[in-house]
């Protein structure tokens, strides 16, 4: 059932994540140079967005299919 919902339909995290670094930029540029504000966290959140959208990527390219084709045993490791 998993891999039925999983293949080409948008994650959560690529549906929220352009939102949250919207609103992290907003809040870096509102309140920047308060102390409490958290520096960086656009940028961070950036960079996350891109690491799982290239994982995520090889999930649907790469282990989904070989999943689904029944080759699940080969299923193991890090995907290059």
Request: glycine residues 8%.
């Given at each position: 059932?998993?891999?039925?919902t999983t293949g080409s339909r948008?994650?959560?995290?690529?549906?929220?994540?352009?939102?949250?670094?919207?609103?992290?930029?907003?809040?870096?540029?509102?309140?920047?140079?308060?102390?409490?504000?958290?520096?960086?966290?656009?940028?961070?959140?950036?960079?996350?967005?891109?690491?799982?959208?290239?994982?995520?990527?090889?999930?649907?390219?790469?282990?989904?299919?070989?999943?689904?084709?029944?080759?699940?045993?080969?299923?193991?490791?890090?995907?290059?």
């Amino acid at each position: 059932l998993a891999l039925e919902t999983t293949g080409s339909r948008p994650t959560v995290h690529r549906e929220q994540l352009p939102e949250l670094m919207r609103l992290a930029r907003r809040v870096e540029q509102v309140h920047g140079e308060r102390q409490d504000c958290p520096a960086g966290l656009a940028d961070h959140l950036t960079e996350m967005q891109q690491e799982l959208e290239s994982h995520m990527q090889k999930e649907e390219q790469v282990l989904f299919p070989m999943l689904r084709s029944g080759r699940g045993a080969m299923a193991f490791g890090p995907i290059s």
